[in-house]
């Protein structure tokens, strides 16, 4: 099941969009992951639908630049200020 979480960074007060990730709960064909682009310094949501991450490269949709997944991990680092722990705030299923 994919939720909406947002990523807060209580270091430098960066805040994501609602970003969607995990597997739809009514379409399990939508997929989607976070990923983060380290030149605009932000975490976006990466579309996997249709797609295979072993071939397609994926742009962010603002610089148009290579987004990196955000690996799993106990805790994530702030995109900007690189603090450790970034609180994640789930909002909902979708």
């Not at 960066?14 to 997929?31: A, L, Q």
Request: hydrophobic share 30%; aromatic share 12%; glycine share 8%.
């Amino acid at each position: 099941m994919g939720e909406y979480s947002t990523f807060e960074c209580a270091a430098c007060g960066y805040k994501s969009s609602s970003i969607r990730w995990g597997v739809g709960e009514n379409d399990p064909r939508k997929r989607f992951l976070v990923g983060v682009c380290h030149h605009c310094k932000e975490l976006a949501e990466i579309d996997l639908t249709d797609h295979d991450v072993m071939i397609d490269q994926f742009t962010c949709l603002v610089c148009g630049r290579p987004m990196f997944f955000f690996e799993k991990a106990e805790s994530y680092d702030c995109p900007r200020c690189g603090a450790p722990n970034l609180r994640i705030k789930q909002e909902g299923y979708w």
